[in-house]
């Protein structure tokens, strides 16, 4: 079953819905959400995509980024998202949104009104090995010093977005 996306104006006004693939070949923009969690230490989970991703496979990035479907909140897509690529529930808050476009390579591109969110989390977690190929928790001083020394190993977008969840601290 081929995915879809929620295209959206700047405003968060539903325009339609488009193939996943083929928004992402346009670069138009739709919704999407991204989640960081934490556990007690402060440190934040990261997942490495799988290497079968249609892009930026093997990469770092945050515990979740999807899309929400037509008919799911953001959050509800976030928890969706949650139980689907890393088998585990927690609380999520909303923290802000912002639009942002990235180049992903492959001629693809992430355009999305991007909802993030926080959580706490601490439990086992249970990959789902078709989306991430392993996680580990990383203090922020740590993560700051591995994406100065090795930026290609973190996706473009959680570049972006780490950048502005640091502004909303």
Not at 67 to 82: D, F, I, K, N, V
Not at 118 to 139: A, C, L, M, Q, W
Request: net charge negative; hydrophobic share 35%; proline share 2%.
């Amino acid at each position: 079953m081929e995915e879809h996306v929620v295209l959206v104006s700047e405003k968060d006004e539903v325009l339609g819905t488009m193939e996943k693939m083929k928004a992402h070949e346009n670069g138009i923009l739709h919704r999407a959400f991204s989640v960081f969690l934490f556990n007690d230490k402060g440190e934040m989970l990261l997942q490495r995509r799988a290497s079968g991703k249609y892009h930026s496979p093997d990469q770092w990035t945050n515990a979740v980024c999807s899309h929400p479907r037509l008919e799911e909140s953001y959050l509800e897509g976030a928890q969706r998202r949650m139980r689907e690529e890393l088998g585990i529930q927690t609380t999520l808050a909303e923290k802000f949104h912002f639009i942002y476009k990235a180049d992903v390579g492959q001629n693809l591109w992430e355009h999305e009104l991007d909802y993030v969110f926080t959580g706490t989390y601490n439990g086992e977690i249970h990959p789902n090995k078709d989306e991430v190929s392993e996680t580990r928790f990383i203090t922020m001083e740590k993560l700051d010093m591995e994406m100065q020394a090795n930026p290609n190993q973190f996706t473009e977008w959680f570049k972006i977005i780490l950048e502005e969840y640091k502004h909303h601290l």
